[in-house]
C-alpha cells in the first residue's frame, strides 16, 4: 500500500495542474470519501494501558467504511491504510487528492499528561470551511447523542492532512487513550462500533444535506 500511494503521490506532483479545471458532470456521478486510519506501522501514536492508538483508528476506520459503503448508495470509500503499515502525513494528502476525493475524515485517539475525556473534531480554516465545519458538527452531535461520549466541540487546527487536502475534510478524536474509561470503550467491540456507526451517522447526514 505505502509504494502504491508513492506512485500515486508522484503521479499526483506531475499532473496537479491539471485537477484546477472542472470535472465533467458525468466523471462525478459518484460520491467519493477517503477514511485515513491515523498513525501506523513504526508510528504508534497515543498509547494506553493496554491499546495502541494505531490499533483503534484501523479497526473504527475499517468498520466506517463498511457501514458507509453497505448503507449508503453512489459512494465510493477508500482507506488510506488497511493493515498496519507507516504512511507519511503527505502521503495521505496526496493519495486522497489523486482520489479526488470529495471528502476526507482522519480517524484518531487522544492522550493527556493529567485528567481528560470526550470527543472532538478539528477542521482547517482556511479551505472548505463551511462544509468541513458542517460535517464536523455533525460527527460531534452523533457522538454525544448516540455514544454518549462528553463534547469537547469543533476546533480548528493547522494538521498537515487538513491543510494539504482540497477538498473538504476533518481530524476526529474519538476519544482519550490516556483515559482509562475511554481506553476500555476504545477497546471493546461495543464501543468502537459505537464510534463508527457515529461517523457514518454523521456523513449519512452530510451526504442528505448536498441533496437540500
Known amino acids: 500500500m505505502k509504494q502504491v500511494l508513492y506512485l500515486y503521490g508522484i503521479v499526483w506532483a506531475l499532473i496537479v495542474p491539471l485537477f484546477a479545471l472542472p470535472l465533467p458532470t458525468q466523471a462525478r456521478e459518484r460520491f467519493k470519501i477517503v477514511i485515513d486510519a491515523g498513525h501506523g506501522g513504526k508510528d504508534q501514536g497515543a498509547a494506553g494501558r493496554k491499546i495502541q492508538e494505531k490499533e483503534v483508528t484501523l479497526k473504527i476506520a475499517k ?3 463498511k457501514y458507509i459503503r453497505r448503507r449508503t448508495r453512489g459512494v465510493d470509500v477508500i482507506l488510506t491504510r488497511e493493515r498496519d503499515e507507516f504512511i507519511s ?7 486522497a487528492n ?3 476525493a470529495d471528502l476526507f475524515i482522519s480517524i484518531h485517539a487522544n492522550s ?3 485528567y481528560a475525556e470526550g470527543t472532538e473534531t478539528f477542521v482547517w480554516s482556511k479551505r472548505h470551511n463551511p462544509w468541513s465545519l458542517k460535517l464536523a458538527r455533525l460527527i460531534q452531535k452523533e457522538y454525544t447523542e448516540r455514544a454518549k461520549r462528553k463534547n469537547r466541540g469543533v476546533k480548528k487546527a493547522n494538521f498537515a ?3 494539504n487536502t482540497n477538498m473538504p ?3 476526529t478524536e474519538v476519544g482519550f487513550i490516556s483515559n482509562a474509561k475511554e481506553e476500555k470503550y476504545m477497546k471493546s467491540r461495543r464501543g468502537r462500533r459505537k464510534l463508527a456507526y457515529c461517523i457514518y ?5 452530510y451526504l442528505n444535506s448536498l441533496d437540500e
Open 112 to 114: 493527556a499528561r493529567g
Open 169 to 171: 475534510a476533518v481530524l
Open 63 to 65: 468498520r466506517a467504511e
Open 161 to 163: 492532512v487538513l491543510r
Open 201 to 205: 451517522q454523521a456523513v449519512k447526514q
Open 89 to 95: 502525513l503527505n502521503e495521505r494528502a496526496n493519495f
Open 98 to 100: 489523486f482520489c479526488e
